[in-house]
């Protein structure tokens, strides 16, 4: 049996970068994945990239409305909602208090935070920011692991997380980004 097999996630901004590399992380694990994002082209090159199990949900994470329909979508494929939501929602003080408020529920939340990763994204910024090149170039000054994250490195501990070998864990900050946060 996979790690994620009979799972359904939603992963938003999916369309490139870690987002993708956890949805297609999700996919080899076993999960039914939706991905959602702003652009029609991106997600369909996704669900290509993807293969089986994906469906794509075009919509902004801004939105209520476009949020709604995504798990209305959900829920009417998989009578559920989704067991996990990569996006900056879900970030470190919201964890602390759904961590406490799902408890009777048995759900578990953890937020990953990734150091700075190889993506089109950090691309497209690095082209028109010079400090951040700057950054880049002394990358191996800043992060003890001396690199930049692999986006298929956040989508293992995405996995991870969202799989039974995290059962026990929950309302923690896992942190993929070599150490950089740890010094
Ligand atoms: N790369 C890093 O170094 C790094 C480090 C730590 C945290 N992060 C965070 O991790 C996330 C992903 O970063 P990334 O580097 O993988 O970026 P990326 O390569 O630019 O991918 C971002 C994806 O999110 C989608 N997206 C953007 N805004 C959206 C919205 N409002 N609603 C739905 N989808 C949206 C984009 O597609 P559309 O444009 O089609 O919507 C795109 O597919 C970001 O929140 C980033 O701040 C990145």
């Not at 938003?12 to 999700?26: Q, V, Y």
């Not at 919509?59 to 990569?86: F, I, M, N, P, W």
């Not at 578990?108 to 150091?115: A, I, K, Y």
């Amino acid at each position: 049996m996979k790690k994620l097999e009979g799972k359904v996630a939603l992963i938003t901004g999916a369309g490139s970068g870690i987002g993708l590399a956890i949805a297609e992380a999700f996919v080899q694990a076993g999960a039914y994945v939706y991905i959602m994002g702003r652009h029609a082209a991106p997600l369909e090159q996704a669900v290509k990239k993807i293969g089986e199990n994906v469906a794509a949900v075009q919509g902004d994470v801004a939105e209520l409305a476009d949020l709604k329909g995504v798990y209305t979508r959900v829920k009417q494929d998989k009578g559920r909602h989704s067991v996990y939501s990569a996006s900056k929602a879900a970030v470190r003080s919201f964890a602390r208090t759904w961590t406490a408020d799902q408890q009777d529920r048995k759900i578990r939340v953890n937020v990953l935070s990734p150091g700075t990763t190889d993506t089109p994204g950090l691309n497209e910024l690095i082209t028109s920011n010079a400090v951040l090149q700057d950054r880049i170039t002394n990358l191996h000054k800043i992060v003890p692991l001396g690199r930049l994250v692999q986006p298929a490195e956040v989508a293992k501990a995405a996995v991870f997380l969202a799989s039974d070998d995290a059962s026990f864990i929950t309302g923690i900050e896992l942190f993929v980004d070599g150490g950089i946060a740890q010094i």
